[in-house]
């Protein structure tokens, strides 16, 4: 019972997060809710036994992905203050 109202809880927080990514000015935030939307859908994999998929998730979704937007994002601050 406490499994399903925490994937419910979970799922809520992702609907959230969406939103914010979706709505929000700030990239920073953007790709900040993005990747706590990867993490908890790699904890949701984990109840759904999938632990490859849990894992894959959360190393590429959340971490991967999240570095390489900010150092994109990083890349092109530096670009804009050269010129």
């Known amino acids: 019972m406490i ?3 925490l994937l ?4 809520v ?5 969406a939103f914010i990514a979706i709505h929000h000015k ?4 953007a790709v900040i809710a993005s990747g706590i939307i990867s993490l908890f ?3 949701i994999y984990i ?3 999938a632990p490859d998929v849990a894992i894959t998730e959360a190393s590429i979704g959340s971490a991967l992905t999240v570095g ?8 092109i601050r530096h670009e804009d203050i050269k010129k």
């Not at 419910?8 to 799922?11: D, N």
């Not at 927080?13 to 997060?17: A, P, Q, S, T, Y």
């Not at 390489?68 to 890349?75: A, P, V």
């Open 13 to 17: 927080i992702m609907l959230v997060m």
């Open 41 to 43: 859908a790699s904890v």
């Open 26 to 29: 700030s990239l920073q935030v």
């Open 3 to 5: 499994q399903i109202i």
């Open 8 to 11: 419910i809880v979970m799922a």
């Open 68 to 75: 390489i937007f900010f150092y994109i994002l990083n890349k």
């Open 47 to 49: 109840f759904l036994a």
